[in-house]
């Protein structure tokens, strides 16, 4: 069993900067896939970024790519999104998730953390 624990987010104005925390319990989060998603209101659920667990490739919507940042930190078990130049467009309710190996199986998911970008 795995439990993600989100945290960070909130309000910012367009321009600025925010930081989500995904922190992992039950397996080291360097033996886990890690992906990012935000659903906006009334959309659908859309895919952001992930890391993988084996070779620490880190990829990015092309939405947010150059703007967003995910990380890892072993010590703190713990995977973050670092998003910058936010804009009203990526306000959203941020979830981390687990995804299954070689699979597109989501098993275990954040809580969700809500982002708004608003002036």
């Known amino acids: 069993q795995v439990q993600l624990t989100m945290s960070g987010g909130g309000s910012v104005q367009p321009g600025g900067s925010l930081r989500v925390s995904c922190a992992a319990s039950?397996?080291?989060?360097?033996?886990?896939?890690i992906d990012w998603f935000r659903q906006a209101p009334g959309k659908e659920r859309k895919f952001v970024g992930g890391?993988?667990?084996?070779?620490?490739?880190?990829f990015y919507a092309d939405s947010v790519k150059g703007r967003f940042t995910i990380s890892r930190d072993a010590a703190e078990n713990t995977v973050y999104l670092q998003m910058n130049s936010l804009q009203p467009e990526d306000t959203a309710v941020y979830y981390c998730?687990?995804?299954?190996?070689?699979?597109?199986?989501?098993?275990?998911w954040g809580q969700g953390t809500q982002v708004t970008v608003s002036s």
């Open positions: 998730a687990v995804r299954a190996a070689g699979t597109f199986d989501y098993p275990y």
């Open positions: 039950g397996r080291p989060v360097t033996n886990l896939d």
């Open positions: 890391i993988t667990r084996d070779t620490d490739t880190i």
